[in-house]
Each structure stands twice: as C-alpha cells, then as structure tokens.
C-alpha cells in the first residue's frame, strides 16, 4: 500500500460511454498526476495538478477531462473513447517542490478497456 | 523536450549483477529517478540521482553522470522477486514540483 488508492481497478466501457476515474491519496502531499501506460511505450503523463491547479496538460485530447477538487482527490472524467484509449490509468501523488525529490507514489492503476 | 533510452529486456540467473543504463536528452535537468514496477503493479521508487556519483540502497545502487547525460542502477545478488521492469525518469528543472519523463523500462528476468 502506497496511501494513493484508485477506484475502479477495472473498467471496461463502450465508445459512447461516460465514466470517471477517481483517485485519493492519504498523505498529504500538495501534487497530483495522471498517467497512461500501454504496452511496450513509456508512462505518458497527461496531467499535473499543485495545490488543486492544474500547471501541466500534455496536449491530452479533450476526452480526457481532469478534476481536482481538493489536494487529495483527482478524478480523470471520460467521454467518447476510442479502443486506443484502451490502457492503464496510474494515478500519482508528491509533495511537489518540496520533500523527497525525485519520488512520486503511485496507486495500482485502472485497466480500461474500450469496446 | 525530453528522451530517455534503456534496453528493453534483460536476462540473468540468481545471484547475479545486473546492470540497467539509461542516457538522457533535456533542455533542463535537476536529476534522475529509478522506478520498480512488478507485471500488474503500481511503480514503486527506488532511487533518486541529483549529483554525479554512486547512492548505494541495499542490493540496489544507482550512478549518475551529469556531463555524459548518463545513469544506470545496478542490481547485485539477484533474486527471483527482483523481476519486474525498471524505468528511469528525468526530473525536469523548468517544470513545477516533481514533474517526471520516463524511459521505456527495462524488463529483469531472473532464472533459478
């Protein structure tokens, strides 16, 4: 257990489906990401959040809607996926410019599936 | 931006040292990461490199080298829960907090 916990841990939907991804850390830190990982490619990093505002979207399609309410929840809101879209969703917290360097804590992911 | 390259997959029996590279490309650097990640687990941290030079954790030990954009962690006495893929990520200085590039991953398998 890392203290970041991600709900569903599975998800399969159709294209014209709307679902949330959510995600809630429990130790205080004050940054939050979003990342996708397929097979065989790197984690991409689609979305960073310090202090509930949003400073980095790496030109993630508008699909892909993030909300932050508060420092220890995220959500990733999706509409109209394609099967592409299909993979792991990792959620990911830090204390941002302060605390370890270098270190992120990770929650065990969704598996989305897109029909 | 940002490009990291790691061999895709390496092989080695218990017991064993293996060694994982990762060389860099960024416009800004503040250093480097080394991430654990077990098949249909969460990444897990192992390491961070600021400064040239060898950290030692345990088995674990990783090495940077700020002027050839180069690192790599080296795992001694390998042993069969050591198996599971490894990313290096870039922390890059222009961005805010702990915003992270990782490479591809490497694959350990380890063989009785």
């Known amino acids: 257990e890392t203290g970041v916990t991600q709900t569903p841990r599975h998800l399969v939907m159709g294209m014209t489906n709307k679902k949330s991804l959510k995600c809630e850390q429990h130790?205080?830190?004050?940054?939050m990401y979003w990342y996708k990982q397929s097979a065989k490619k790197p984690l991409e990093l689609m979305f960073v959040y310090n202090f509930k505002e949003q400073t980095e979207n790496n030109s993630v399609p508008s699909r892909f809607s993030p909300e932050c309410p508060n420092s220890s929840h995220l959500f990733l809101h999706l509409h109209t996926l394609q099967p592409e879209d299909s993979a792991l969703y990792l959620c990911a917290s830090s204390l941002g410019t302060s605390g370890s360097p270098g270190e992120q804590f990770f929650g065990p992911g969704t598996r989305l599936t897109v029909l | 931006g940002q490009s990291l390259e790691q061999p895709s997959e390496v092989t080695a029996v218990e017991g064993a040292i293996v060694q994982i590279n990762c060389t860099y490309q960024?416009?800004?650097?503040?250093?480097l990461s080394w991430y654990q990640q077990h098949d249909g687990g969460a990444p897990t941290f192992l390491s961070y490199n600021a400064l040239d030079g060898l950290e030692e954790t345990g088995r674990f030990s990783s090495f940077l080298s700020r002027s050839d954009s180069y690192g790599y962690l080296l795992l001694q006495e390998l042993q069969m829960k050591d198996s599971a893929s490894y990313f290096c990520?870039?922390?890059?200085?222009?961005?805010?907090?702990?915003?992270?590039?990782f490479g591809g991953g490497t694959r350990v398998l380890v063989k009785p």
């Open positions: 990520a870039v922390r890059d200085w222009q961005a805010a907090g702990n915003k992270l590039t």
């Open positions: 960024t416009s800004g650097f503040y250093g």
């Open positions: 130790l205080g830190h004050n940054a």
